[in-house]
């Protein structure tokens, strides 16, 4: 039940922290080239996701372990998505949950996911988008959370047809959040990444690759 209140908790880490950035076309958020951010925080829910730097396949990355942990990785930056809209990372997984499902709370585990979080003094009011590598809800589905309807899923990559390969994702954050909440996006507060495996009891393994903020698709 630690879950029911990870998107409040996640206010907490972003809300006061503000980074400066210019207009350029592209911003990158971490590259992983000089190791792992200072700005990157864990926060843990249940148990720890273990997080190390890696190479996997020549591109220097995050490798995420999990056993029957959550924990996330949290980047602390204050941006508006209608100047940046687009989110774009690599990922790879070794497997899907057998036992998970986005549907229900017990099956509320991915074997990757990334978020982006909108945060609001009033920390019940804090949403997020939630980009999932789902065990079996079809990709492309989008549900609201099975633990708080202010975090809504989108299954970019659906079961293990994908697993072992790495996949870029482009998404226009700014459009999603219109689309899943019906208004404007308040300034975003954070990306974060998470590897979770509390509620199904299983292991999972992802690498999270280069993560970058851009005007528009490339």
């Known amino acids: 039940m630690k879950k029911v209140y990870l998107t409040c908790c996640l206010i907490f880490f972003i809300y006061f922290v503000s980074i400066s950035i210019c207009q350029d076309k592209e911003i990158i958020i971490d590259d992983f080239k000089s190791g792992l951010s200072s700005i990157w925080q864990g926060k843990s829910f249940a148990g720890e996701t273990q997080y190390s730097i890696t190479i996997e396949d020549n591109i220097k990355c995050i490798r995420a372990e999990s056993n029957a942990s959550a924990s996330a990785l949290i980047y602390k930056i204050k941006y508006n998505t209608k100047e940046y809209p687009i989110l774009s990372w690599q990922w790879k997984v070794n497997n899907v949950l057998k036992k998970g499902n986005a549907l229900t709370k017990e099956g509320d585990d991915y074997a990757?996911?990334?978020?982006?979080?909108?945060?609001?003094?009033?920390?019940w009011k804090t949403k997020a988008i939630n980009?999932?590598?789902?065990?079996?809800?079809?990709?492309?589905?989008?549900?609201?959370?099975?633990?708080?309807?202010n975090a809504k899923m989108i299954a970019l990559?659906?079961?293990k047809i994908n697993s072992g390969k790495w996949i870029t994702e482009e998404r226009n954050v700014?459009?999603?959040?219109?689309?899943?909440?019906g208004e404007?996006?308040?300034?975003?507060?954070g990306i974060a990444i998470m590897t979770d495996t509390d509620n199904t009891g299983e292991k999972a393994t992802a690498?999270?690759?280069?993560?970058?903020?851009?005007?528009?698709?490339?």
């Open 184 to 189: 404007e996006p308040p300034e975003a507060g």
């Open 157 to 159: 990559q659906s079961g």
């Open 174 to 181: 700014f459009e999603d959040y219109k689309k899943m909440f």
């Open 112 to 123: 990757a996911r990334v978020y982006v979080i909108f945060p609001s003094f009033l920390f």
């Open 207 to 218: 690498w999270y690759g280069p993560i970058k903020l851009k005007m528009h698709k490339m």
């Open 131 to 149: 980009y999932i590598w789902a065990s079996s809800l079809p990709e492309g589905t989008e549900v609201p959370n099975q633990f708080t309807s």
